[in-house]
């Protein structure tokens, strides 16, 4: 008998785009180079033909297995670093999405297509002495002078505005007397739209730091030139000046030769640090943002992956951006929950920051005036280390806050009005002294519930389970999960009547309110129905900016991160609207809201004024936000937490299976817990029960919470589970560390 020697088959390991689908192990012919780890791929999948990523190019040929063939490496060169790699592979495991899903967050989206789609341009340069060919015609000679002044030549779209086209440079080329290459045309991401609100002329360069700001420059600088892996909390205040310590901090680690992430909840909402970026550092700042064109992001990408870059200003995705030698990652307003992605990969963007720091052996900076409670209570176990800055910048005070109990309000008035007297008032006196007010309701639409006068049926949509909101301009109601919408109907569909009326107030509403009763005031509105269209927020953001707008109403988007000198007044109505969500954060998150809005108010040199609106006033949320005193809601809310067993006392885990029928629901989940459960000792498991959206888009959800102290042990649960039912993938959830669970 003769054996064969063992020769494995040379395979290699591909992470694929399929939700749930572990990396795939194909075959390489045997005449194709070895591709490298990061390089795209191009793979048969089923019938269809998919760009996967090399994970492991020298993997093990699974025994008897009939590999299929890599079809073509896109890639010579790795074209994702073997950090971003890492990177995905710890987010596939940790968010139980596998490995495709997350590589596939990592490539920009015009570049998981075939091929590469860069954009090219012309650029024609001089050619050196030598040529004898002598300029012929006035526009050749133009050509040959305008590049005498330009040894590093001149694009040629440039060079028609001088009345030379494309056609001289031809034939000046063919002559030998200019030479054209073709390169790279990258897109300006600052230019056009942005540009007006991005490079604000407020950043003033060598202005003199308060102390509290020279000292928390110096910690996280010492912090940063230890070269290792440091996390820390940054706990500063609304306008104690964090981002003037970004900017030096940044500043300092470019200078020793290391590359700077600063991630930011939504660009739109946060232009302004983009621009303060731009505006320090110029060509140096790459954006990553999904409110780019794909071209434009596409773009930007490969002027990071080129290492030709030193910042990325970004969303969370930008976390896997291409850099290579982060020094820095600074998480601005950490505790949005914006980072969290609501789709497989449901990543959270702040705690990939952190892991990627870690493999970076880089400093995290976790910035925020109103830190998530998981960030505290790591600063506070020491985990993590904690700089604070307590006061505002030139000793402004803080806003001064009143609330205004609604309850002895409306018995007072027996009004309907969104507005009570004293905010009115209030409004009144900025209007006559030229200073601006900002009113949050967070709540769009005009009304908030259709209901029939005669039965009390209340119009429901017909694919979810929750109440169907009034938009008056639109002329319809709509649902704000599946936005199913339909004309408002004349009769109640219950009982026939013709009485249908409206109740709860919506932004819509109460922007019309506020028209009505100060007709000549310059009013804007923000919130999701109003800025649609790509650039509409910038517009709006940057009229109240130049003091175009008197009152600005709106959602949780006007909260965030802005900082306008001239708005003086802040006002709430409802500042109860999240307190009733069945959502263990709803505490923290009407908290971190008005806490927030109430710092928009008097960071100029006019102080400021706060007015909320509370059918609660002694709730211990809306206490401390009027007293902006996060430590004592840290308290109390540490507390609840503790008391009911939620995150961050421990570790939670939400699954949630979905089907048309409840019935299927209920029992495809009951299995999966029965699965779990005898895997996940030490692991509290809560439900089958159906989740407080009980229905959405024609699917029943059913939920089951996991909590426990290690995160391995119920993923590793979930994951068996899910492997002996893979029929159920597609209809289940996994959402590690969920922000929502409602
Ligand atoms: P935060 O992000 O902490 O809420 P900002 O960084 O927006 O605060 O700063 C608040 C305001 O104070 C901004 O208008 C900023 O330009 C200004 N500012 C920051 N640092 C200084 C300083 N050292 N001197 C004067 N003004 C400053
Ligand atoms: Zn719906």
Request: aromatic share 6%.
């Amino acid at each position: 008998m003769t054996f064969l020697p063992n020769r494995a088959e040379p395979a290699v390991g591909v992470a694929v785009p399929v939700p749930g689908l572990g990396p795939l192990t194909y075959r390489r012919p045997p005449d194709m180079p070895i591709p490298p780890r990061g390089a795209r791929v191009v793979v048969p999948l089923g019938t269809r033909r998919v760009v996967g990523c090399v994970i492991d190019p020298a993997a093990d040929a699974p025994p008897d297995a009939e590999l299929r063939d890599i079809i073509a490496v896109i890639d010579a060169e790795p074209f994702l670093p073997e950090q971003v790699v890492d990177l995905a592979l710890w987010v596939g495991e940790y968010y139980v999405c596998g490995p495709g899903d997350a590589i596939a967050v990592a490539i920009p989206p015009s570049a998981r297509g075939e091929g590469d789609a860069f954009r090219l341009r012309t650029r024609v340069l001089p050619v050196a002495s030598g040529s004898d060919a002598a300029p012929r015609g006035p526009k050749q000679r133009a050509l040959l002078e305008k590049l005498q002044r330009a040894p590093d030549g001149v694009l040629q779209r440039e060079l028609a505005a001088d009345g030379i086209g494309a056609d001289v440079v031809r034939r000046a080329a063919a002559a030998g007397l200019v030479r054209l290459i073709e390169e790279v045309d990258e897109r300006d991401p600052f230019a056009g739209r942005e540009r007006g609100w991005a490079a604000p002329a407020r950043y003033e360069d060598g202005r003199e730091l308060t102390t509290e700001q020279s000292d928390a420059l110096a910690a996280l600088i010492e912090a940063a030139d230890a070269r290792t892996f440091r996390p820390v909390l940054l706990h500063g205040v609304t306008g104690s000046g964090k981002t003037e310590v970004y900017l030096r901090l940044a500043r300092h680690v470019i200078a020793s030769g290391r590359q700077v992430l600063v991630l930011v909840p939504e660009i739109a909402l946060t232009p302004a640090l983009a621009g303060v970026f731009r505006a320090a550092f110029g060509e140096q700042v790459a954006v990553q943002h999904s409110g780019l064109s794909d071209g434009e992001r596409h773009d930007q990408w490969h002027r990071i992956r080129r290492g030709a870059v030193s910042v990325v200003v970004g969303t969370r995705s930008a976390v896997f951006a291409p850099l290579t030698s982060i020094g820095l990652i600074v998480v601005d307003e950490e505790h949005d929950g914006s980072y969290k992605q609501d789709e497989t990969p449901r990543y959270h963007g702040r705690d990939v920051a952190v892991v990627r720091a870690q493999m970076a052996r880089a400093l995290v900076v976790l910035a925020s005036a109103t830190p998530s409670l998981e960030t505290a209570a790591n600063a506070e176990a020491g985990r993590y280390g904690l700089v604070r800055m307590n006061r505002r910048v030139l000793d402004r005070p803080l806003a001064d806050v009143r609330l205004v109990d609604m309850r002895r309000e409306i018995a007072a008035t027996g009004a309907e009005t969104a507005l009570s007297r004293p905010l009115i008032e209030a409004i009144e006196h900025r209007l006559a002294s030229g200073e601006q007010s900002l009113v949050l309701l967070n709540r769009r639409g005009f009304a908030t519930v259709v209901f029939c006068r005669a039965c009390g049926a209340t119009l429901e949509c017909p694919h979810c389970s929750v109440t169907l909101t009034y938009h008056r301009a639109a002329r319809r109601v709509r649902c704000h999960y599946c936005n199913y919408a339909v004309h408002v109907p004349r009769v109640c569909g219950e009982c026939g009547d013709q009485y249908l009326e409206h109740a709860g107030v919506g932004t819509e509403r109460l922007e019309a309110e506020l028209r009505e009763r100060f007709p000549s005031a310059r009013i804007a509105r923000v919130d999701r129905d109003t800025i649609r269209r790509r650039g509409a927020i910038t517009r709006v953001l940057a009229a109240v900016a130049r003091g175009d707008v008197d009152i600005l109403v709106g959602t949780q988007m006007i909260a965030k991160g802005h900082d306008f000198p001239a708005v003086t007044l802040v006002g709430v109505v409802a500042a109860d609207v999240g307190l009733g969500l069945p959502d263990f954060r709803a505490a923290e998150r009407t908290f971190q809201l008005l806490t927030q809005v109430v710092g928009r108010a008097g960071r100029g040199e006019t102080a400021g004024e706060a007015i909320i609106q509370t059918l609660y006033p002694e709730h211990y949320s809306v206490q401390a936000a009027a007293a902006q005193d996060y430590a004592t809601f840290y308290a109390r809310e540490m507390e609840f937490r503790r008391a009911m067993i939620y995150p961050p006392v421990v570790a939670m885990v939400n699954v949630v299976v979905r089907d048309r029928e409840l019935d299927a629901a209920m029992a495809a989940a009951a299995e999966l817990a029965a699965r779990i459960r005898p895997r996940a000792p030490g692991v509290r498991i809560l439900g089958p029960a159906p989740a407080a959206i009980a229905r959405l888009r024609d699917e029943y959800r059913v939920q089951i919470f996991l909590k426990g102290r290690q995160r391995r042990v119920m993923r590793e649960a979930i994951a068996a589970a899910l492997g002996e039912r893979p029929d159920l993938r597609r209809r289940v959830t996994v959402d590690v560390d969920p922000v929502s669970v409602i």
